[in-house]
């Protein structure tokens, strides 16, 4: 599939969209994306303009996949960061609004995945943990390949699991969920 | 000890294979680790869904990417047709260059230094045929930097001494000329010559015959045997016989 994906061929494209996108999708909106539909978009585009460079069998196409998704959340992450830098307006400070323009962002986020409580649990982790845990309970990505696309070393990426799940856990607890 | 640091350190102690079950959202018996198990399970419910309901505009996205992928790769398929496009033009000008010089230096009626010229010419043509050039650029090659040695070259072959008469003044030609036979491989000017000279030997004979003929027959009849015979020497002229009466004033 990747061969005939490789060649443009559509029905690959449409296989291997059908195939992720649901998890990219996903993972995007678990990492409170702002605009994840549009993100996941660019995510596929990467893919297609990436193929003819991608060797790999299909378990490393996958992980090159979730790669692509972290870096253009990442990269959405320093653009809204800066806009939001270069967005405030002086007179704004002084007003009753002052500062809520960053909140609007991810209230906005939360609004629109209408999630329940298990979305806003993972509010309580770090930005490491929240990924480590999304990309293998959604990406469904190993120890090692969670390792690689971080940077980590997998020892690292175990100790941020588990700590993620700590931390859940006591949140739950704390929210009365048994 | 905070809470935070008990479930830390239950954590740190729990088996790896309870923490692998519970991040695929299975119960494990621990309550802690099925408490995270269950919102595993809620987050792979909330959050993957099915085919997002923008999957026919993100594929038509795909579809704009990968035919931009394809165009991206067409000027290398572009420029090997175009290139195969220029071969195809400039055959026909390597044929006439071998038909044209190649026939004559083939056949070895041109001396060496043409029969090189020949086949340097081929050669060039050849070579910027393969490396895709434009057809006008193989003219270039045979009037371009190489022409400057052509003097030179029409020079050796008018000294070389392997060839005399018409075949060295057609080699001359041959070379100083467009470097191609204008008039056709099959056409051959010193072949017409020696057919005249052949022609003209036949007639003498047919003359000769003639004479003897003629002579034949006056002695037969026995009258001025003396006289030349009619068409065998040179006619009388009339005129050389009156000169000195014609010339005097009266």
Partial sequence: ?178 | MRPQDDYQGEMDRVDPRLIEATLQGRETGEPALDRAALLVADLRRVLIEETPPEAAGHLEAMAVAARDEVRGSAPVLSNRRAARRRRLASMPLAAALVLGTGLAWGAGTLPEPASDRAEEAVAAAQERSDAGTEAEEVTEVTEGPEGANHGEEVSAVATDDSLQGCRKGMAVSEVAGSKGNKQGPGHDPCLKGEEGKARGQEASAKGQQTADDARAKAQDKGGGGGGPPEGAGPPENPGSQGAGKGTGKP
């Fill in chain 1, 1 to 178: 599939m990747l061969e005939a994906a490789r060649g443009g061929k559509p029905w690959a494209l449409e296989a291997i969209y059908r195939d992720l996108a649901p998890a990219v999708l996903g993972y995007l909106r678990g990492q409170r994306a702002v605009e994840p539909e549009d993100l996941t978009s660019e995510v596929f585009v990467g893919v297609v303009r990436g193929l003819r460079g991608f060797r790999g069998d299909e378990r490393g196409f996958r992980s090159w996949v979730f790669s692509i998704a972290h870096r253009r959340h990442i990269d959405e992450r320093r653009r809204l960061a800066r806009s939001r830098e270069d967005a405030v307006d002086p007179s704004a400070l002084a007003g009753p609004l002052a500062g809520s323009a960053v909140g609007d962002v991810e209230d906005e986020a939360a609004a629109r995945l209408g999630e329940g409580w298990a979305v806003r649990a993972l509010d309580v982790l770090t930005e490491d943990q929240r990924s480590v845990l999304l990309l293998r309970v959604l990406a469904d990505l190993s120890v090692e390949e969670v390792a690689r696309l971080l940077g980590k070393r997998p020892g690292a990426v175990k100790t941020l699991q588990r700590r993620a799940l700590a931390s859940l856990a006591r949140h739950l607890e704390r929210q009365g969920v048994s």
